[in-house]
């Protein structure tokens, strides 16, 4: 073999009639793509091999087919273990996409040339390279920063003639590199000038591996770098210093093997008759797959024995968001949108670049003229020249829109970063592209619905009297019953309606696509693998009530049928062995919730209304018991429980369980042996419900807060009783003038005692309310609220025509 330099300035490797050159590009550079798109059209490649998972070929036809959009990524997962599993990601200005779309637009066969995943996963280890050379390269160069070193050096300038040097300049690092010790020897070492194997020592260095003195670092100014008008020069002055230093950087025994099967493919590709063979490859990997292969006795040495497992693969949508992370190939960048936008605008692109980040800004309600578009260009390309750039990459637009168009507000400037520099775009892939039968019926879900998967967070106001809106609904709170947290339940800014109004915020994930494989196991359809989901996680024996209500809860507003029945019944068991009346207590208002979201999704309650009424006969009878021996703690904890229950009691609006439940309250509120805390509270939820009147309230409040109780039990009697309701003291004067005498009397130790309760009590009220019982003290009788400076009476004319108004709504007579 002998080597050959062409017009395009790749080197390639000729054997007889074949011809193979490889092109050392960097993952998700736009530089790097178009430079490959002219080096492969003036190669006319009869064969192209792309570093990627070698069992992915059969979805190489997907890529041309409608549908396919980038960002994609392809997925590989074992089929028993989806959580097992990795991406290989490619954005439209991959260089490996535009391989995969000149190999479909010319007609040229293409496969990849990687380590299969089944190697991978079985290895358990990342796909990708351990670390990034273009690290050391910027550091070599001036640079602190690999991306800005690469903008400048390689975006900016793109031509067909940046590989040859761009490999030159990995051979050099790769030179300095220390080779993993795993019994693993280099390959030049196994190989003689003929290609042979011949034996080697441990004891021998070769020179090409040895980390050069640490003793001589290595000075390079930007300037020396920036200046240059070419990828080659740029390169050529890092390369031509004295050798790079690299303490930490090791070649090992994974990208080694990785190397190996890239061989072992590229001598497969040639024996299979192809002439002009074109291998496109991370940088870092270009200069020990240049050259002579040589047999293949060391690679398959390096091969040998590997673990493998079972893998299925497919494409899947990926976003920009997600290549600004070390992901795929270890090759996460900083500012994909940013790079989109080189790619795809061609004319005037930092024009246009600005004139988006505008259009941002203005988006955010801030003034940006046209005239701050003028200035930004003009101070960008200012840089550019002051620092011999040809273009003004993405440091001197973001100077220049920190400068002009942010006023120097850091905090614009991250708008900027987030929409744009690094952005958020989905991508899409066709619809017969292979899937689980899961992911297909979400998919056809999806579409029915007219819903859209979309990597922006966006907000979703449903309006459960529609059916649409309600199957909405319904497939949102299905997928998070299977781990699918597509949306999230918000808090709405629209008026609520009831339960008829969910606000949803909506953002797809691609690891989405991982949950949605391991959801399949449940069924194949979203419907039936919620129902088998929610009863696997019901049938445990560790469910509680409380557990077993919440789950019923999703069922309805999931409109799980088919799990109903089995979770009712479930329910039934567990509260009938639950002798905890606090666990019953605490599922009760999820219960009569979940009977009033029925009523408005028209699902049949029937048998939940009867779980629930043996619930509250149940907690009831067990209440007397359970109040009874509480710490304050333990005492404030159930009072917040009552709270609940008698709120959804009394939405329920049913005579039944009202009476029940406020018939308990009775009995509470009449015993002496219980915190004051609850019998407080009782004494004002039958206060409320009208059971009570002010009469003998402030009798029940006179007895509690006379000699014979401690301050601090008379404190919680009086926090029970008024615990975020400061109107009763408002409205109700003997109240008042009983708390009032009661706090004059205290001697100074107990006052000191009691004041932390009752600051906490009256620093729960309103503002409006605490002036107001300050004004009926002072004056020795009620006062009204006030809201702001005046008092602002009521308007009965006006009120009354809101009454009818509200009448009419509601179908009532006044």
Known sequence: MTQAQHANGSTAAVSGGAQTRVFGIRHHGPGSARSLRLALEAFQPDAILIEGPADADPLVGYVATEGMAPPVALLAYVPDAPAKAAFWPYAVFSPEWQAL???????????????????????????????????????????????????????SSP?????????????????????????????????????????????????????????????????????????????????????????????????????AYMRQTMRKALKDGAVRLAVVCGAWHAPA?????????ADTRLLKGLPKTKATLTWVPWTHSRLSTISGYGAGITSPGWYHHLFTETERPIVRWLTKVAGVLRAHDLPVSSAHIIEAVRLADTLAAMRDRPLAGLAEVTEATRAVMCAGDETLLRLVVNELVI?????TVPEGTPTVPLDADLRA???????????????????????????????????????????TLTTSEVRSTGTFRETWTLEWRPEYAISIIEASRWGTTIRTAAEAKILDTASREDSTVGDLSAALEVALLADLGGATDGLITRLESAAALDHDITHLLAALPGLIRTLRYGDVRGTDTKALAHVADGLLVRVCAGLPGAVTGLDTDSATELRTMLDAAHTAIHTRDDGWATGEWLGALGKLADRDDV???????????????????????????????????TAAAKAAWVDGLLGGRGLLLVHDREL???????????????????????????????SGERRAIGRAVRDGGTATIRTGEDDGGIDMARGNIAMRAAAEILGVSV
């Open 423 to 427: 952005g958020e775009a989905l991508g």
């Open 736 to 766: 008042l003038h009983l708390i009032d005498d009661w706090l004059r009397a205290l001697r100074e130790d107990q006052f000191v005692e009691t004041l932390p309760l009752l600051r906490r009590t009256f620093g729960a009220f309103e």
């Open 675 to 709: 915190h004051g805390a609850l019998v407080g509270r009782a004494v004002r939820l039958l206060c409320d419900a009208g059971i009570i009147d002010e009469i003998d309230s402030a009798r029940r409040l006179s007895a509690a807060l006379s000699v014979g109780n």
């Open 101 to 155: 779309r000149y190999a479909a637009e010319h007609g040229v066969p293409v496969k990849f040339c990687d380590l299969p995943a089944t190697m991978v996963l079985a290895a358990e280890e990342e796909p990708g390279d351990r670390f990034d050379p273009l690290t050391e390269l910027a550091a070599a160069g001036g640079y602190d920063d690999a991306e800005r070193w690469w903008d400048a050096v390689v975006e």
């Open 159 to 259: 031509d067909a003639t940046a590989f040859d040097a761009i490999t030159e300049a990995m051979g050099a690092l790769r030179e300095s590199a220390e080779q993993d010790s795993m019994e693993l020897e280099p390959i030049d070492a196994l190989l003689d000038e003929d290609g042979a194997a011949v034996e080697h020592h441990a004891d021998e260095q070769d020179s090409r591996w040895q980390a050069a003195d640490a003793s001589e670092p290595t000075n390079l100014r930007p300037d020396q770098v920036t200046g240059t008008n070419s990828v080659a020069e740029a390169t050529s002055d890092v390369i031509e210093l004295e050798p790079i230093h690299l303490e930490t950087v090791r070649i090992d025994a994974h990208t080694l093997r990785r190397e």
């Open 289 to 297: 797959l240049t050259g002579k292969l040589g047999p293949a006795a």
């Open 445 to 487: 879900r999806i579409r029915t619905l007219r819903m859209k998967q979309e990597a922006l967070s966006r907000v979703l106001d449903l309006d459960l009297r529609k059916e649409r809106e309600v199957e909405r609904s319904r497939l949102l709170h299905r997928l998070r019953v299977l781990d699918i947290p597509w949306g």
